[in-house]
């Protein structure tokens, strides 16, 4: 008799958390007043860098979400999933002009 091994350890988390690697090229912006707070994006963030605002900012019990610009890969999968399932309130904006626009620099 086979015997499976289907339940795997847990792994040992790192350290230090991972850094990006490179500087994207595009950056994901919430559009806050669009969204719904559905957070349909989150789980599929391949760097879990989106996250709800905090209650007090809007005083709304369904806060919409935000990205963590220092985080972000610029993957575009949280607009992708934005547009397919819910409401299309995440833009993608090139890098150079995020940081034009908002001040931030982005490594």
């Known amino acids: 008799m086979a015997v499976y091994n289907h339940f795997k ?3 040992e988390l790192p350290e ?10 595009v950056m994901a912006i919430v559009d ?9 994006c989150v789980p599929f963030c391949p760097v879990d ?3 709800p605002v905090p209650i007090e900012k809007y005083g709304s019990p ?9 985080e972000c890969i610029g993957c575009q999968v949280c607009a992708r999933v934005c547009t397919k399932l ?9 890098t150079d002009l995020f940081e ?8």
Do not use: H, S
Request: charge should be positive; glycine fraction near 4%.
């Open 16 to 25: 230090l958390p991972n850094l990006k690697k490179k500087r994207p090229k």
């Open 49 to 51: 860098c989106i996250e």
């Open 62 to 70: 369904i806060p919409p979400v935000q990205v963590r610009f220092d």
């Open 86 to 94: 819910t409401w299309d309130a995440i833009r993608i904006m090139k």
């Open 32 to 40: 806050e007043d669009n969204c719904t707070g559905c957070q349909a």
């Open 9 to 11: 350890g847990i792994p």
């Open 100 to 107: 034009e626009l908002y001040q931030i620099k982005i490594d």
